[in-house]
């Protein structure tokens, strides 16, 4: 039984798509616009230079790492790339400017009064309205954060999904959203994202895929903004979506709506550890799988 994942951890990352290229990924229209990945108005809360300056050599400072992990059945291969520029600096030509002037600038005009408070970590109450827009923003960054890079094996949203999104500004059904308070010490990625192919959900789903490109329809994606931690699963594959959970107390579960009001910041915050143990523990449970099978045989 052989497992396939591809797994990114991206601190920040060049565009690669270029002017002309492509189609809108929502409304599938052409006329892209380059767009920073993260708001301007969070640049501010991604400035990382400085708590990132003393485990990097000097030179370093400004710059970032993206690393890649390809897991097989017998290896991993691993690929680190140090890029130019801080994470904030991040941009991608993936949308069309009407998407990204109109129901966009709405979606992220309506997040704002509350997504500053939570990046802060301040008091605020997140009620279902409140959640419900949180948790389509959410969306939204995560399908445009997939296509930052042009690698396809990290894309795990259908453009009929993304379709879907666009007129219903709801999170996809297949998805799970959790947010936590988080204070960063040594932790380093800003957004990480692992994708798989899952072909099957019995026996967990470990089938590898037939020899052509690798199709994901499960992903996990993580992103820290300020304080916020923001932890996406998602999975076409409905018992791998039910059996996937976080590890860790202290997160609060935004969608499918959990509890309301949710009570910002919460009493827990969110260590390093919790955040690493988070942000991968899809990838470590695919790992964990896949090393098992091959003691077995
Ligand atoms: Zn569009």
Redesign the pocket.
Known sequence: MLAYILSRVVLAKKPSFTRGQG???????P?LTKEHIFAEWLHPFLLFAEWLHPFLPKSDELNHYDRTVIIQINRDDVENKLRAGEAHSGRARV??????NEWMSVLQTEAKPFLLPLVRGERIPLFIRQQSILAAWISMFVMVAEHRDSDRRVIATSPAARRAF?DTRRAPKHWKIWIGHYERHKWVPVVAHSAAEIVSDTHDGMYAPPNRPVAPNTHATTFVVGKLFVHVFGSTMPRVLRKQDVPVSGVSRLWPFWESPIWWPPKVTLTDNDADAIAFAFTNRLKGLRDSRLIEH
Request: charged residues 25%; hydrophobic residues 25%.
């Open positions: 189609r809108c990924i929502f409304c599938g229209e006329g949308v069309c400017r009407k998407c990204n666009m």
